[in-house]
């Protein structure tokens, strides 16, 4: 099957200037992660380009071998403040179909749209018909107005939502469900096989949702403290409360008043586990621990690989189990 290509004549300038680069300068581009590079791949398949890690993860696992899925963040950098080069947005254009998470993460899509037009791929949110989150949902239950204030200016990076859907196996099933409709819209012959493969990617991310239902339903306490807010949405579906120190962006540097607040949380709290991540620094969580006599552990909120973690054949599910037995462990100390 012949798959429909874009006419590089009619694209904006930027993207020409772009195109040209890469066709340029092909034999320096870096491979993907599934080992292929712009125009490279087999001419029956389809070319896929994705966000960032999670999309490209449920891409591939749908899509199966009827396509090359390309990420465009790549491993190890953290995604709220990346931005596409003009090489980036060729390779968007170049693709038969861009699969985004949406809910603000891609702060740049409303850029990518413009310079492609009406020459671009198929755009596929993949967090569509998810009940999306106020960014301002932790803040509302700790903090005061003054500090709210400044969040809002923060979370306005992320349309004032928060994008981290995939973080909850619930709803990364309906993220999987929205790429499996598109991919059939856009190869209606595939259907069956990407229905199939759906299934049974589905069949591994509901065997998670259960194990995450039954070991955090009687943990001795319910809430956690962790340097990035990002787990809104798995606190939500599985009855726990997160308490964040930093916004919605791990950079982003806390208040003295909201290191304050936590440090009392967590005293009040007996809290024994500060949660941190591995793409930023740990220096906030760490202080806090040193504060109130607690340790350190890692949350993933997977917004990338790391290179050691792609070595050893890390994936969706195998570092959310990771962020269970964790949190687990956290729960019941």
Known sequence: MKWNKRNWLSLPAVVVLGMSTVLAG??????????????????????????????????????????????????????HDWEPTPQDIAKITDADMLVYNGAGLESWMTQVQDAVGTNGPKMVEASKGIQVMDGYHEEEEHEGEEAHAAEEGHDHDHGGFDPHVWL??????????????????LAPDHAADFKKNADAYLAELQKLDTDYKTDLSNTKRKDFITQHTAFGYLARDYGLTQVGI???????????AKMAEVVDFAKSNNVKTIFFETLVSSKVADTIANEVGAQTAVLNPLEGLTSEQEAAGENYISVMRENLAALTKALNE
Request: charged fraction near 20%; hydrophobic fraction near 25%.
């Open 26 to 79: 092909c034999g320096n581009s870096s491979p993907s992660a599934t080992g292929t590079t712009a125009g490279e791949g087999s001419t029956d398949k389809l070319h896929i380009v994705t966000s960032f890690y999670p999309m490209q993860e449920f891409t591939s696992k749908v899509a199966g071998d009827l396509a090359d899925v390309q990420v465009l963040i790549p491993p190890g950098t953290e995604p």
């Open 168 to 185: 909850s196996p619930q709803q990364a099933q309906t993220e999987v469900r929205n790429i499996e409709s598109s991919l059939s819209e």
């Open 246 to 256: 930093s916004g919605l962006s791990p950079e982003e540097e806390p208040t003295a």
